[in-house]
């Protein structure tokens, strides 16, 4: 597979709106989407600084993988996002390479990435999600 570079760090904040102003007016880094994605229960802004993304996640529904893991671990880095270039040939190396994986088809993420998560188990103890952009329609 080719890994094309560190696409974004998803961090998992209680508030959304307590915490983007750290990002956006100390760091100054541009606020370049605010996204939910329902079926993830979650929350999304994120913050481009040209060379890597911060993915602020926001559980918006109690059961969701957020809140169970701020239930668990309190607000911090959630995990990494990297940038393949073709996430289908990626799940399909991964699997057979035995490694464990959350989704093992792409699903649609925050700004029309296609993404498929690692488990922690498998890449020492990180959560690593993979993301492909999608080419323009
Ligand atoms: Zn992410």
Not at 51 to 62: F, N, R, T, V
Not at 70 to 82: D, E, M, V, Y
Not at 92 to 102: F, W
Request: net charge negative; hydrophobic share 40%.
């Amino acid at each position: 597979m080719k890994i094309v570079g560190i696409e974004h760090v998803g961090v998992a904040v209680n508030s959304i709106n307590e915490k983007a102003a750290f990002w956006e007016y100390i760091l100054k880094i541009n606020r370049t989407a605010t996204e939910t994605v329902a079926d993830q229960g979650v929350s999304t802004a994120i913050f481009d600084t040209g060379k890597g993304k911060i993915e602020l996640l926001e559980a918006i529904d109690p059961n969701s993988p957020i809140a169970k893991y701020i239930s668990k671990r309190g607000p911090g880095i959630h995990h990494i996002c990297l940038e393949v270039e073709d996430i289908t040939s990626a799940i399909k190396e991964l699997k057979e390479n035995d490694i464990s994986l959350i989704n093992e088809t792409p699903t649609r993420g925050v700004e029309g990435y296609l993404i498929a998560f690692i488990h922690p188990r498998s890449t020492g103890g990180v959560l690593v999600e993979l993301a492909q952009k999608q080419k323009p329609q």
